[in-house]
């Protein structure tokens, strides 16, 4: 059984940095595209970024310049370092994998709010 593990998240003053890490366990072959989205209260659930196996990266435009994603493929491990935080980012954090030969995998959530 795979599972997607998030940590990383919690309150932070605008401007502030946060840190998200995803780490996929289980049994598989291998993990394509990784990524975040979240859901805003009230709001559908969104791209954040995605990363690919090669190391693409694709970005929300309302991210870009300020949130950058990475993986670790020996760790099977996926990050979103976040820096100026605004309050519109406050949301549930989504971590997805593609995991092979398996299929669509979503993390359990971490919940990143910004607020003074």
């Known amino acids: 059984q795979v599972q997607l593990v998030e940590s990383g998240g919690g309150l932070v003053q605008p401007g502030g940095s946060l840190r998200l890490s995803c780490a996929a366990s289980?049994?598989?072959?291998?993990?394509?595209?990784m990524g975040w989205y979240r859901q805003a209260p009230g709001k559908q659930r969104e791209l954040v970024a995605t990363?690919?196996?090669?190391?693409?990266?694709n970005y929300a435009d309302s991210v870009k310049g300020r949130f950058t994603i990475s993986r670790d493929n020996a760790k099977n491990t996926v990050y979103l370092q976040m820096n100026s935080l605004k309050p519109d980012d406050t949301a549930v954090y989504y971590c997805?994998?593609?995991?092979?030969?398996?299929?669509?995998?979503w993390g359990q959530g971490t919940q990143v709010t910004v607020s003074s």
């Open positions: 289980g049994r598989f072959y291998a993990i394509n595209n």
């Open positions: 990363i690919s196996s090669g190391g693409r990266t």
């Open positions: 997805n994998a593609e995991i092979i030969p398996i299929g669509d995998y």
